[in-house]
């Protein structure tokens, strides 16, 4: 990189990691596959950095490569390798105070990929049908239809006393 460049690139990749694990987090609902989805979305980004630092929204522009990242991760060779002969239990969910977070995480885990990655952009930070569209690179009408799928598979999932939004 040029003088000063990668002094830019890392103060700003300083700054952003924490949201960007967080989103991660969201999506993957496993720490250490945010982990490795954030340093994949950076490594990423130091290739890109000088395209990347003239976009006029750069966090909208990291946020579109984490997602994206994301979504075509289960179409590479690598994510289809199984490490176990049959797959571990998962956590069991505690029945006291704050586990409907707990209980949430469990059902959007089990939500198709695209469509979680629709729910998280749409109701964990808020953005419109058209921002959504532009980062997963479709058009309106499927965000909307995996929205809807989307939520009706959380439906079936949660127990009633968690709302989820219409």
């Not at 967080?22 to 993957?28: E, F, K, N």
């Not at 340093?39 to 579109?64: E, F, G, P, S």
């Not at 953005?127 to 799928?149: F, M, N, Q, Y």
Request: net charge positive; hydrophobic share 40%; charged share 30%.
């Amino acid at each position: 990189m040029r003088d000063g460049a990668e002094e830019e690139y890392v103060e700003y990749v300083t700054a952003r990691v924490p949201v960007l694990r967080r989103l991660a987090y969201v999506l993957t609902g496993d720490g250490h596959r945010a982990d490795d989805l954030v340093q994949q979305t950076i490594t990423t980004l130091y290739l890109k950095w000088q395209r990347a630092r003239a976009a006029d929204n750069l966090d909208a522009y990291v946020r579109t490569m984490l997602i994206r990242g994301y979504v075509d991760e289960k179409r590479l060779a690598w994510s289809k390798v199984r490490l176990f002969r049959h797959l571990p239990e998962p956590e069991p969910v505690e029945e006291t105070g704050a586990e409907d977070r707990q209980i949430l995480r469990a059902a959007l885990r089990r939500v198709p990929r695209q469509q979680r990655a629709v729910l998280v952009l749409r109701f964990f930070y808020d953005l419109p049908v058209d921002e959504v569209a532009g980062i997963l690179g479709c058009t309106a009408g499927t965000v909307k239809s995996h929205t809807s799928r989307g939520l009706a598979t959380l439906r079936r999932l949660l127990p009633p006393r968690i709302e989820v939004p219409r």
